[in-house]
């Protein structure tokens, strides 16, 4: 394994970290402020617009979809440390560089899955920033961390297909650029193979039946960055049956192959949240005295310092060997890593990131400095693609199988 950067590694490295210095990290309060003003806080500020051109300008754009034809080409393992510069400012520089979810597995499952009309009127649109998307699967009635409990149904009508279904915490939906949305049902609710009962289709945001009911809160955000986490009612809503993604019963399959890549990317991103937790605390801890010496001098300050650079080492070579085996051996020989990695970052993140607020004090869970929205978008990642247990379940599986 060789996890050195390549040329161009290194080249669109040293653009990104200029990008951020320049662009993104002077933007973030003045989306804030703009955000205030807006006709409704979902609205996009113009700062981020004017972001999303810089970042184009300069050819920081689509730099997660290895697909030459559509996206930067880059390998898993050049995409890694640009993703994890993206995730300093994991609200903000991802939507600039449009690399942000849910878009980013969205036009994965298009490039992959779609037909030439689909991907002609919705994927190219989203490569190039136009509209936004969101990805419909999680529903609160039943325990969606096993998806083929899903209970919406998407039934055969004719050329139509009906779907009829309450989804929840469905990201970007608030977006009123989100034009689209993948929506996961059940084709065939009663077949014997419970993985083949689902399907993908795609739904306009404008059909008739489909209402964006509320936007759903994280830790009391409401995560107008990512177009906020809403809550979807599918009534008795029509599209064409042309609108199936792939093919009937391949919802749940494509859904595997949407989330391994952006299990991995969220996890790059973590590294990037909690090197700046780690910068944030170094600030703090050298520019303030507490019991008569500075907090840089105190030794719990110090240990926790250590620790956290320790692990974010730990975690970032799991991360790159990851991203090496996928691009290697493919998503389904990497599969134990990329669990790993899906358990062992955010609960270390978050970990990190608390000791920084700890540090900061009242300051830490304020709205003056990014710690506490740091934090709750860590969090989340426990829960989101799949939570923690699942993932140490099928691990252990995995692990056992050797041996029973």
Not at 275 to 284: F, G, N, T, V, Y
Not at 300 to 325: F, G, H, M, S
Not at 363 to 368: A, F, K, L, R, T
């Amino acid at each position: 394994m060789d996890f050195a950067f390549d040329a161009r590694t290194e080249e669109l490295r040293a653009k990104l970290l200029a990008f951020m210095d320049e662009h993104v990290y002077p933007a973030e309060a003045v989306a804030e402020e703009q955000r205030a003003l807006l006709a409704s806080p979902w609205d996009t500020p113009a700062v981020v617009e004017e972001l999303k051109a810089e970042a184009r300008r300069q050819g920081l754009w689509n730099l997660f979809l290895p697909d030459t034809e559509y996206g930067a080409g880059l390998t898993n393992l050049q995409y890694a440390p640009l993703a994890e510069i993206t995730g300093r400012s994991p609200h903000l520089a991802p939507t600039a560089t449009n690399c942000a979810a849910p878009d980013t597995g969205n036009m994965e499952v298009l490039a992959q899955f779609g037909d030439e009309r689909q991907k002609k009127q919705w994927l190219e649109p989203l490569l190039a920033g136009e509209i936004r998307s969101a990805f419909a699967m999680t529903e609160p009635e039943v325990a969606s961390s096993d998806a083929t409990n899903i209970t919406t149904l998407i039934e055969r009508d004719g050329d139509e297909y009906v779907i009829t279904g309450r989804k929840w915490y469905i990201s970007g939906a608030m977006n009123p650029d989100c034009a689209i949305f993948i929506v996961m049902g059940k084709t065939d609710p009663d077949g014997a193979d419970i993985r083949r009962q689902q399907s993908m289709v795609l739904v306009p945001r404008d059909t008739p039946g489909v209402t964006v009911k509320r936007a759903m809160r994280v830790f009391g955000y409401e995560d107008h960055s990512h177009g906020g986490h809403a809550e979807v009612v599918f009534d008795q809503a029509r599209v064409p049956v042309a609108s199936l993604v792939g093919e009937e019963g391949g919802g749940f399959a494509i859904a595997q192959a949407r989330l391994g890549p952006g299990r991995i990317h969220h996890c790059m991103r973590l590294i990037g949240m909690a090197e700046r937790a780690i910068e944030l605390m170094c600030r703090r801890a050298a520019s303030r005295t507490a019991f008569g010496k500075a907090l840089a001098q105190q030794g719990v300050v110090q240990n926790w310092i250590a620790d956290a650079r320790v692990t974010v080492e730990q975690l970032r070579l799991l991360v790159l060997k990851t991203a090496w085996l996928m691009d290697t051996v493919g998503n389904r020989g990497a599969h134990t890593e990329i669990q790993a990695i899906k358990i062992a970052t955010p609960r270390a993140v978050v970990d990190i990131i608390d000791r920084a607020i700890q540090l900061y004090g009242a300051g830490g869970v304020s709205q003056d400095f990014p710690l506490a929205e740091l934090y709750a978008s860590a969090r989340t990642l426990m829960i989101a693609d799949g939570p923690d247990e699942v993932h140490q379940r099928s691990l252990a599986r995995r692990e056992l199988k050797k041996y029973l």
